[in-house]
Every structure is written in structure tokens, then in C-alpha cells.
């Protein structure tokens, strides 16, 4: 009975033992994966954004897209009346015409009188009718320029998509005003996606450019894989706010708990899995693979 009852003891002892010691390790990991490991749920799907403003003044004619719907480059996303401009451009060409009579005319005059002898005509025609001629030629010159300008306004009625993405924003519709600069809709590049990652300061010497990276959206088990692209190289210090005399006001107190700076790490997005819809603005977890490089893409 009392080697079976010692037995029993140490067999509790032991299982007590190997589960602390279990316990110990699992919370050493975790500990290694949340304080080691560069990691961050502060991340952000970013996209570049091209603001769509008209380039001349008018009536809106046409609006022949839809907000969110997606779009190629070149295709027409908004049309200004054209029939002022059109008029504007005939009246250009008219100009161009007239002033190339003009210089013509007085080209032949020029050189007429550069022919004549200094007993018909005095040197000072000479030269004057000389002059002329250069003035004619610099005003064809800038019925040229004007006839372009007018060419360009009109080919400006019609906005088109300089790059492939969806529409988001829209703003616009058929009988509207258009004011040159306004914004009035804009272009989601869908060829310029990528993530910001806001990583704490002590992370980053954990990191390299190159580095492979798993990204994962809020509410989806899939992984986005990426790399490093380029880690930013300064934030807003809020404590060097200029005092009244621009000098640095400089906070007299300190805490004792310091708060790591968290600091953008720009990834570039390699694979999107099949199914998973990338938004500017939607929140990810980004885990970086120290050392790791992504894998190569298969060739085509």
C-alpha cells in the first residue's frame, strides 16, 4: 500500500510538472510571436486614385459609365458640349488663313523691294517693308499657336480614362455644369494596389526589403502574398509642434510608459487568391518572413 500510495505521488507530481512545463512553452511561443515576430493587424489596402476633373468649362452632354463599374483605358467617361469650342476652332482656322495671306503678301513686297535699286527706293523702305514681314511671320506663328490651342480645348470636351480601374465617386450627370478643376468623379487604379503596414519601431530591425510577407483581410482566412517594398523613413513628431516665438514646444512632463512609433512599411502585393475583392481603405493583419523571399512566379 505505501509504495503504490508513493507511486500515485509521483506520478501527480510528474503530470503536474510536464503540464506547467507545457504551459511554459506554449506561453513562451506566444510571447516569441507577438513581441519577436514582425507582425501587425494595423494594416491598410491603399490604391492609387485619379481624380477626373474636366479640362474645360461647359454643359455636360454625356456620362456613359456608372458608379463602381469598371473601365478601360481610353474609354469616354464624361463629354462637355462641344459646339462653343467648335466654333471657337473655325474661327482659329479663319484667323490661320488670313494671316497666311497676310505674311504671304508681304513676303513678295519684301522681296520686291529688296531687288530694287537705291535710286528708287530708300534703305529705310527697305528695311520697313523687311520688318514688316517678320511681323507677319510672327503673327501667322501665333494664329498657329491659337488655331492649336482651339484644337486642343475641343478635343479636351471629351474626358476619357487614362488608366484601367473601376469608377467610384461620381458626381456628375448629363445637364450638370462642368468648371474646369473641379473634380467630378474618379479612377481606381486597378493595376496599383498595395498595403501599408503600421509596424511598431522595435520591429523593424527584424526586417528587410525583399522580405516575404502574408497579408490576411479582416473576415477572410486567405492569404495575400507580398513583399517589402520600401519602409518609410519618417513620421510626424507631434512633439515639435513651433511655440510662439518658432521656437520647439517641447512637452515638460514624461511618462514613464513609453509607446512604441509605429512606422508605414509599404508591401507590394504579388498573388491575390481567386475570390478574395480588394478595396482601398479595408483592414488586413500583415505577418513578415524574415529572410524569406516570395516565391518565384511560374513562367508563362
Not at 235 to 262: C, H, K
Not at 274 to 285: I, N, P, Q, S, Y
Amino acid at each position: 500500500m505505501k509504495s503504490s500510495s508513493i507511486i500515485k505521488t509521483l506520478l501527480q507530481v510528474a503530470i503536474t510538472l510536464i503540464v506547467v512545463l507545457i504551459a511554459f512553452l506554449l506561453a513562451r511561443a506566444l510571447w516569441d510571436r507577438y513581441m519577436n515576430t514582425p507582425w501587425t493587424r494595423d494594416g491598410r489596402v491603399r490604391a492609387d486614385v485619379i481624380s477626373v476633373a474636366a479640362d474645360v468649362s461647359g454643359i455636360v452632354v454625356a456620362v456613359p459609365v456608372a458608379d463602381n463599374s469598371y473601365v478601360h483605358k481610353g474609354d469616354l467617361l464624361m463629354k462637355i458640349d462641344p459646339a462653343r469650342y467648335a466654333l471657337a476652332l473655325a474661327q482659329a482656322e479663319a484667323t490661320v488663313a488670313e494671316r497666311r495671306i497676310g505674311l504671304s503678301t508681304k513676303q513678295r513686297d519684301a522681296a520686291r523691294r529688296a531687288k530694287l535699286d537705291g535710286d528708287v527706293i530708300s534703305n529705310e523702305n527697305r528695311e520697313n517693308s523687311s520688318a514688316d514681314a517678320s511681323a507677319a511671320q510672327a503673327q501667322y506663328q501665333a494664329a498657329l499657336a491659337a488655331r492649336d490651342s482651339a484644337r486642343l480645348n475641343l478635343d479636351r470636351t471629351e474626358i476619357r480614362a487614362t488608366v484601367d480601374g473601376w469608377i467610384t465617386n461620381l458626381n456628375v450627370h448629363a445637364g450638370d455644369f462642368a468648371q474646369a478643376g473641379a473634380p467630378k468623379l474618379a479612377v481606381i487604379d486597378a493595376n496599383s494596389f498595395w498595403v501599408y503596414g503600421y509596424f511598431e519601431e522595435n520591429k523593424l530591425p527584424l526586417m528587410k526589403v525583399g522580405d516575404a510577407v502574408d497579408m490576411r483581410l479582416l473576415g477572410s482566412e486567405q492569404l495575400i502574398g507580398g513583399h517589402i517594398d520600401s519602409i518609410s523613413r519618417g513620421i510626424t513628431d507631434r512633439d515639435n509642434a513651433l511655440g510662439s516665438y518658432g521656437l520647439a514646444n517641447v512637452n515638460p512632463s514624461f511618462n514613464w510608459v513609453r509607446l512604441a512609433q509605429r512606422v508605414p512599411v509599404r508591401i507590394h502585393i504579388d498573388k491575390v487568391p481567386d475570390g478574395v475583392t480588394l478595396a482601398a481603405g479595408m483592414t488586413c493583419t500583415v505577418i513578415v518572413k524574415p529572410g524569406e523571399r516570395p516565391a518565384a512566379k511560374p513562367q508563362k
